[in-house]
Antibody
Framework: QVQLVESGGGLVKPGGSLRLSCAGSGFTFSDYFMSWIRQAPGKGLEWVSYISRSGSTIYYADSVKGRFTISRDNAKNSLYLQMNSLRAEDTAVYYC???????????????WGQGTRVTVSS | SYELTQPPSVSVSPGQTASITCSGDKLGDKYASWYQQKPGQSPVLVIHQDSKRPSGIPERFSGSNSGNTATLTISGTQAMDEADYYCQAWDSSGVFGTGTKVTVL
């Protein structure tokens, strides 16, 4: 069965950095697009970033552009999110999600991990 | 940036039909997906490509999308359907709706 397991969350001071990881199993990781989605405490879902199967195409939400970097290692079946210059408003549970393509311009998220919590506070 | 608006809450009696709307500019020209999230759990895909149910999702969940509005319908609502529901579309980036809390009274 499809499994996505995130790790790397924790408490970090404003301006600090954190690297999240997501390990995929139960499917051919390199065949799928992947995304990061976050949810602030008591709030709704916010899409953060997307990466294509090869890593050649990447998108970011405006709120994280220039601060976060998504990457993947298909040999290790792993997805990453490098988060720099963290702010209090980045506090959230971060989910990795397998991303299915309807066409080249429409995507949805068919499997989600359990999430990893990131808290940005002094 | 593209926005999707949902009603904050919907109440339904057990066995009745719940309808959750999702409004966005020309949403019918895009594909809508829907996710269910129960407290303390990760979201689960319940509808994709407007009206398709993933395997394992009960038939009581259905969807439609036309004009500016996508709709998730839960027929014969059960207590286990009480959850937050989010619509989602893609407009050069991922976009989620504001979320709707469904309460089964």
């Amino acid at each position: 069965q499809v499994q996505l397991v995130e790790s790397g969350g924790g408490l970090v001071k404003p301006g600090g950095s954190l690297r999240l990881s997501c390990a995929g199993s139960g499917f051919t990781f390199s065949d799928y697009f992947m995304s990061w989605i976050r949810q602030a405490p008591g709030k709704g879902l916010e899409w953060v970033s997307y990466i294509s199967r090869s890593g050649s195409t990447i998108y970011y939400a405006d709120s994280v552009k220039g601060r976060f970097t998504i990457s993947r290692d298909n040999a290790k079946n792993s997805l990453y999110l490098q988060m720099n210059s963290l702010r209090a408003e980045d506090t959230a549970v971060y989910y990795c999600a397998r991303t299915a393509a309807v066409t080249w311009s429409f995507y949805y998220f068919d499997y989600w991990g359990q999430g990893t919590r990131v808290t940005v506070s002094s | 940036s593209y926005e999707l608006t949902q009603p904050p809450s919907v109440s339904v009696s057990p066995g009745q039909t719940a309808s959750i709307t999702c409004s966005g500019d020309k949403l019918g020209d895009k594909y809508a997906s829907w996710y269910q999230q129960k407290p303390g759990q990760s979201p689960v895909l319940v509808i994709h490509q407007d009206s398709k149910r993933p395997s394992g999702i009960p038939e009581r969940f259905s969807g439609s999308n036309s004009g500016n509005t996508a709709t998730l319908t839960i027929s014969g609502t059960q207590a286990m359907d009480e959850a937050d529901y989010y619509c989602q579309a893609w407009d050069s980036s991922g976009v989620f709706g504001t979320g709707t809390k469904v309460t089964v009274l």
